[in-house]
Structure formats: structure tokens, C-alpha cells
């Protein structure tokens, strides 16, 4: 009989937002008259920029015509979209990243997890905690741990607690590691790190012969001037870190999955017997080999994103979501609640009230206010008597959300 890749079995019992809706459904089915409010999942509500539909309304229309039709395109992205990228986000900040660099994706979420195809079964791999998930679940699946304990934590990664003593940034490991998973704009307790902070641990990573892999999906959310938006705008970063970036967030690209991963050529790993290895290379050719590349359609949309109209309409849409988490950040603190982040990001982490543990004030905010947000345990063991709220909905869920909530907690 066929075997499986065991490694699956380690997981817990449920990923955490198909538990979350799995509570939600049976809530629903139990009161089918309830208007459930969803500042759970990251996920946006507003439109796509106008000057992104329009550009793949064209595509489209090319698409139809044989003179431009197109079939599959490189593996790597067109060079249109990489050098537009290379340009507005990275060099116009002062950071040396070239487009031959970029590589266009479906998703951050995907490459945070392909990532790993590239290195080996023997590195030692820190994660904050709490953490995104999909960090920790697909080097499970990977099979670089051991098993969960009752905590939720797994034998073999390094866990680099984040909590309000630390300003929920992870402080340096005092032992070495070698991959290091580091996300800032913080999801998802919001926090921020500045350039200080970014320089200890490419320092670190230097010192050590380790690599950041660095999820920067939501940069576009920083307003504070001195935050630093790449990790490549610190000293020495082309030789230790990769990062991640995507359009979903800034340019309301869920639905439609556009991303980005910067590979730096200047980036090396060792094989066992101690010889370099470039990891440009390596990425390079698992992309050739395993993905077909972005439809030609969206990386238009994409493209998009760094004409004139398109930067003004997604500046707005941000603008609009930062404003949400103001109001979440504002209401929930006038409602006697101990609140975090929702100022250069859009997340706001709440500090559970009574007592309560996260699953518990999740199931109380579904059943007395209607409203769903996200447990913070199941972000890690650190997340317990945490929540997070997140800001991607129209602004009238919100308010009305926060109505709820207020209403519930005041009284």
C-alpha cells in the first residue's frame, strides 16, 4: 500500500482560519438571523484600483487578438512588471536590488513555504511567537521538527517570543540559528521594527552564516518615515535575507494573487561538504521547474500598480483601511480594552479581558456581538490571552462592529 508523508500527521488538529470558520458556519447554521460582522482573516473588501482593472481589461482584450496573444511566459515574471518593481520599491528607497532579482509569484503565502525546497533538513529554524502559521505548519510538513507538545510548539524549532515587554519584537537568540523567519510590519500583532532593530539581527545573521526570510507584505502600510519598508535598506542585507512581498494587501490583490520574492545574487548557502552555493540559482531553477508563472493578465493589473493613477488609488485604499484600524484601535481602547499595533499596519492586537483565553473571547464576541476576529493562540503558545482584529472591511462593518463591541464591554 502507498505510504504518506507523515510529517502531516505532526499538524494540529486544525489549520487555524478553517477552524475559525468551521465555529463561524456552526454558529450561522444556529442562528441563521444573526448579521455576523468578519474582521477575522486578512482578507480586503474594497474594490481593485481602477487603473489595475483597466490595464487587465486591455490584456484581456490582447488575449483575443493573434498578433498579441501571449501563451506561457517566463517562469520569473515579465521583465516589464520586475523592473517597475525594482525601480518604485526598492531602488527609489535606496536599496540595491536589481529586477533580474524578482521573481513574480502567486502569493507571499506560497513562497514563504517554497521557499524551503531550497535549503536543507539540518537547519535550525527560529520563529517569533506568536507567529503566522504558515511559517511553523510548512516546515512541519517538511519535516524539520519533531513533534507538538501540549502547547502547540515543536520540538525542534527555536521560538523567539514577542510580547508587550519587548514591544513584541524578537529580540536576538543567544544560540546560533540558521533561518530565521522575521515579519514587519508584525502579522499579526501589528508591532514595527525600526532600522536599529533590522540592523542587530542582519548583524546577527551576518556573524552567524544564517538567512532572514523576511515577510514584508504589508510595508505599504507604514506611515512613520523612519520605519525602514525592506530589509535590504540595512547594511550587509544582500548577503543574508530574502524577502517577501505581495499586492494583496496594498493593491487589493487576493482574489486576483500577485507577489514577489527578492532573491539577492549576492545570497550563498553551503552544501554539506562546506562548498557555496548560490541560492539565486537554486530559487531560479525550482521556479522553472515547479511553476508556470503568473498569467500574463494579472501581472498587467500588477504593472499597474506604479502608473501615476495607480499609485494615488492605492494610496487611498490604504488610507482607507489604516483609518479603520483607527477607529478598531480607538473604540476598543474607549471600551476599557488593552489594544496594540493598528498604526503602521493594519492589525490590532487586543489584549484578552477577565481573564479570558483567546478561544473563549473569541466564541464571546461571536455569541453576544456577532463579531469574528482571530485567536491569538493560534498564532502560538505566546498568543494565548491575545486577539486580533483586522482592519480589511468596509467602514461600515467596522463601525458597526465596534458599536457592538463597545455596547458589550461598557455596559
Known amino acids: 500500500m502507498v505510504t504518506i508523508n507523515e510529517n502531516y500527521l505532526k499538524l494540529k488538529a486544525g489549520y487555524l482560519f478553517p477552524e475559525i470558520a468551521r465555529r463561524v458556519n456552526a454558529f450561522a447554521e444556529a ?24 490595464a487587465m481589461i486591455r490584456a484581456v482584450e490582447e488575449m483575443g487578438d493573434r498578433a498579441s496573444f501571449r501563451g506561457y511566459g517566463p517562469e520569473q515574471g515579465y521583465e516589464w512588471l520586475r523592473q517597475k518593481i525594482a525601480e518604485h520599491d526598492f531602488q527609489a528607497r535606496g536599496c540595491a536590488i536589481d529586477a533580474s532579482e524578482i521573481f513574480i509569484s502567486d502569493g507571499s503565502k506560497c513562497d514563504c513555504g517554497n521557499i524551503l525546497d531550497i535549503f536543507g533538513d539540518t537547519n535550525t529554524i527560529a520563529v517569533t511567537d506568536p507567529v503566522y502559521p504558515v511559517y511553523v505548519d510548512t516546515n512541519v510538513m517538511a519535516g524539520h521538527t519533531g513533534p507538538a507538545n501540549e502547547a502547540g510548539e515543536y520540538d525542534g524549532l527555536v521560538y523567539l517570543p514577542i510580547s508587550a515587554e519587548n514591544h513584541f519584537t524578537a529580540q536576538i537568540p543567544q544560540q546560533k540559528v540558521d533561518l530565521i523567519y522575521l515579519c514587519f510590519p508584525n502579522n499579526p500583532t501589528g508591532a514595527t521594527a525600526t532600522k536599529e532593530h533590522l540592523q542587530a539581527w542582519v548583524d546577527y545573521a551576518r556573524q552567524h552564516g544564517s538567512i532572514i526570510l523576511f515577510d514584508a507584505a504589508y510595508e505599504a502600510f507604514i506611515t512613520d518615515p523612519s520605519l525602514p519598508h525592506s530589509i535590504f535598506e540595512l547594511q550587509g542585507a544582500r548577503e543574508c535575507a530574502i524577502e517577501f512581498r505581495s499586492f494583496s494587501k496594498n493593491a487589493g490583490f487576493t482574489g486576483t494573487r500577485c507577489a514577489f520574492t527578492v532573491v539577492p545574487k549576492s545570497l550563498q548557502a553551503t552544501t554539506s561538504d ?27 493589473g500588477a504593472e499597474a500598480v506604479y502608473s501615476p493613477d495607480g499609485r494615488v488609488q492605492v494610496e487611498a485604499l490604504i488610507r482607507f483601511y489604516m483609518e479603520n484600524a483607527r477607529i478598531i484601535r480607538e473604540q476598543l481602547t474607549n471600551a476599557g480594552l488593552q489594544v496594540y499595533g493598528g498604526v503602521n499596519a493594519p492589525y490590532v492586537w487586543v489584549k484578552t479581558p477577565d481573564a479570558l483565553s483567546s478561544w473563549d473571547f473569541f466564541d464571546k464576541l ?19 490571552g491575545y486577539f486580533r482584529i483586522s482592519a480589511f472591511n468596509s467602514r461600515e462593518n467596522v463601525i458597526q462592529a465596534m458599536e457592538r463591541i463597545t455596547a458589550k464591554f461598557r455596559a
Open 274 to 300: 562546506g562548498s557555496c552555493v548560490d541560492l539565486w540559482k537554486l530559487w531560479n531553477r525550482r521556479q522553472s521547474t515547479k511553476f508556470n508563472g503568473v498569467s500574463y493578465i494579472v501581472q498587467r
Open 31 to 54: 442562528n441563521p438571523t444573526a448579521q455576523i460582522i468578519r474582521l477575522g482573516i486578512g482578507d480586503v473588501t474594497e474594490p481593485l484600483p481602477a487603473a489595475c482593472r483597466e
Open 366 to 384: 461571536l455569541q453576544s456581538c456577532h463579531v469574528v476576529g482571530t485567536p491569538g493562540s493560534g498564532f502560538g503558545a505566546a498568543g494565548e
